[in-house]
């Protein structure tokens, strides 16, 4: 039985020390992730590099449908497109925060979908940005608040912490720099313009607070705030009612393309796949989008 | 709560302390007893009281068999019968009504009557195929004389409903399991670190493969039609190796567990990927349920010693059984149909290939015959795989149709950069351990000889998974069943 102690003390230094080595050089790696416009090496630039005055917030929905580069021609505003793949409310303020460290966007442009307020992706946005926990003030302030103690006490490992990053670490440096602005676009054509109704909608407390500190650090910054809701054939009527209301409540501006009945409705050569739009539909609603930039910025 | 997830070894921890605090089997029997009802009851409170019932009937029911085994046979065949019809009369109330009225509802509609049935709220049992089966075997085995009935109510409730086999398996037998529960169990250091090896490489199975595989079979199999053939054909092959990695890994990590109490499961794979026909296959993989339906199905039912017509056809029904057995959807019995034939496929040919054998003596010793034997039972696994897999026929349909046709063309590869990294790693790394297993013993990796390394190995294993394993799993593909 001793000689088993001795195996697991063993076991465990060697372990214990490659956590340490492996949290070093993954420090020093992440820190200086190239900017190649992969999700992760994006997500390291809105968390960490970018500055821009209008600040592009939301899930794919977003980082497929806002162009930043029109933006700018349009208004001599620099833009960045922070949105994230299933990410919900919770990312979208972490990202908010980190901006704040470094710079003050006079406009925030949050694309709202259903799943950013329910738990549906709740633990991603956190599961795929939790290697820069410990670097990241927001971050690491958000886990502390709401992540619950196993994820806590996870997360003190560098191994854990770092899950998953060799992979796209080492993608991110195979692929060549670029500036990137977050914006991905899609070429693809939808045939069919069916609708697809969901009735199912039940908000998450985390994700509703998130979102209401969202509006509350747009208030205390003196940043406007616009809420959008993108066009989409998927529609989860409960939640644009929910956010009509919330959003009047907050009194923050809510523009709901999914219940659009001119621009988009029938026009299956603005979409992607019945949840995204395309490249040429993005271009329209950004037009719209500018349009309601420029109105506030005139305004202030 | 599953085996992976931190709830269970927490739990687990105070079982094991508490276990070997007890110095007493009498105890020791009594604490797992409790135990494993406190689990199962924490996964499942609405069901613990049927579970305690269908405990106590089996028990009773073994008792009054063995009373009357020596003066009353045709009492002892009728309680036998009973609690066979028992045991399957829970399976199918659980598990398949549900499946028998929507398909009668059907039938008659097809016909032309309008029926509207509707469907029964039934929650099946956590563990239902499972421990049904333990308790066939039981009272079959009490009946047959294998075994004495069990007095000892704990220690029979202990067998039952051991927990860390509850849920997924493997299928232990009374008369390997209940004579380990009659002495008691001491901390040993070659238990403690075999049952840790196991949990260790069985999680490794789990998390750096299966988990790695199950978005891309995932993302396939939800969407066949969406997908061209060759996307088709290498989720089938993917699904395979997830299917062989979940269960394996489990089974490894309720194996290691058992270990770590002192008892000894019931092994449930021997490297199926080197199995060179059908029978071959299944004396390999899911052992525990194969070995059942062969003793509890096959053999009664005259098993090959009678005419070839006859043995196919037992054949047929034991893997028809195989198929129904893993749940109420049709695909199951094409995905036992599909086996069943490949079985007496190889029996088929067994004789030819044993005279193209004895022609070319060398053709024994040629491992690219072997290899090729391999190979041809990987595809055929592969196929069955995506019977197992598909959401319904007509998907069976769909890849087909994709395979028949001239759809072939680059297969879906978004998103699957984890996969085809670390995920492929750690499949080449269980293919050379188990090749290793089949062919030289097991004196590698964390078994080697040399105590350097064997720690470094345990080391980096344990680094490698937690670096690189999809750690945020919540299920596992047979505790569906």
Known sequence: MKKILINILIILA???ACDIIAGFVGNKMLM???????????????????????????????????IPSLITDSTGLTAYNAGYDGHGMNYALIVLQSFLERCKPQVVVLEACAAMVTDEWLNNSIDDVKHFYGLNKPLTNYVKEYGTWQLQAKLHSNLYRLNSTPTWMVKARTLPSRDCDGYEPQYGNLADTAIINFNDFKTNEIQVKCFEEIIETCNRNNIELLVYIAPSLEVTAKFQEWMKEFCHEKDVILKDYGCDKFLFSNRHQYFNDSDHLNDLGARILTNNTIKDIKCLTISR | MLINSIGFWIFFVVVFLVYYLIRNHRWQNAWLAITSLVFYGYVSLKLLALFVVIIA?????ALGVEKKSKNSPSIVKWLKVTGVCAGIGVLIY?????????????LLTSIGFTVNTGTLNIIAP????????????????????KIQAEHDAVKFTAYVAFFPTLMSGPIDRATTFLPQLEKARKLLPSNLSDGSLRILWGFFMKACIADRIAPYTDAIFNNMSHHNASSIALASVLYLIQMYTDFAGYSHMAIGVGRLLGLTVTENFKQPFFAVNGGDFWRRWHMSLSFWLRDYIYIPMGGS????????????????????WHGANWTYIIFGAHHGLWVIASRIMKVPREKLEAKYESLKHYTWFKSLRIAISFVVCCIGAMYFRANSISDIIVAWRKWLSSDWGMPYLQATVPLFTFGFLSFLVMIYKEHQDEYHGKAHFMYSSSRAMRLACIAMTIVFIILTGALESNSFIYVQF
């Open chain 2, 57 to 61: 009937i089996f028990y009773g029911l």
């Open chain 1, 32 to 66: 200086s992730t190239p900017e190649v416009g992969t999700l992760q090496a994006d997500a390291y630039q809105a968390m960490f590099k970018k500055k821009a005055d209008v600040l592009i917030l939301g899930s794919s929905r977003a980082r497929h449908t806002y």
């Open chain 2, 94 to 106: 659980f598990k398949y009504l549900n499946f028998f009225i929507s398909e009668f509802s059907s």
């Open chain 2, 305 to 324: 010693r009678c005419s070839k017509l006859r043995s196919y056809f037992n054949v047929m029904v034991t893997f028809i059984a195989c198929g129904a």
């Open chain 2, 126 to 145: 956590l563990g239902i195929s499972y421990f049904t089966f333990k308790l066939i075997s039981y009272i079959v085995d009490v009946a047959n004389g």
């Open chain 1, 14 to 16: 060697i372990v214990v």
